[in-house]
């Protein structure tokens, strides 16, 4: 499955963005979706989940209350939506897709083989 992130943006702190998730030719029904993240000279890190059945979802400390995730009913995108955007939030963002991801593996980047290119979000303070 391929995928595409979109809707980063230059923002200020404070201010909200929503990334979407979108495959081409498909849907994302049956597929666990993770939000990535990479800031520059650091390492690519977990920002939020969305499991395939219920739509359970789950999130780093970092972000908890701020983020959600979430899918369009027709489970064909996947949204981030980002609220009281921090300067520490700035980071290019990924999604990503796997088939049979289990709850506690679905924070680990290599449980998700389908990457999309990611989208940069820059909030400046």
């Known amino acids: 499955v391929q995928l595409q992130a979109s809707g980063g943006g230059l923002v200020q702190a404070g201010d909200s963005l929503r990334l979407s998730c979108a495959t081409s030719?498909?849907?994302?029904?049956?597929?666990?979706v993770g939000w990535f993240r990479q800031a520059p000279g650091k390492e690519r890190e977990f920002v939020a989940a969305?499991?395939?059945?219920?739509?359970?979802?789950s999130y780093a400390d970092s972000v908890k209350g701020r983020f959600t995730v979430s899918r369009d009913n027709a489970k064909i995108m996947v949204y981030l939506q980002m609220n009281s955007l921090k300067p520490e939030d700035t980071a290019v963002y990924y999604c990503a897709a796997g088939l049979g991801v289990i709850t506690s593996s679905q924070r680990s980047a290599g449980a998700y083989p389908n990457w999309g290119q990611g989208t940069q979000v820059t909030v400046s303070s």
């Open positions: 969305v499991h395939r059945m219920g739509g359970s979802s």
């Open positions: 030719g498909g849907t994302l029904r049956n597929y666990a």
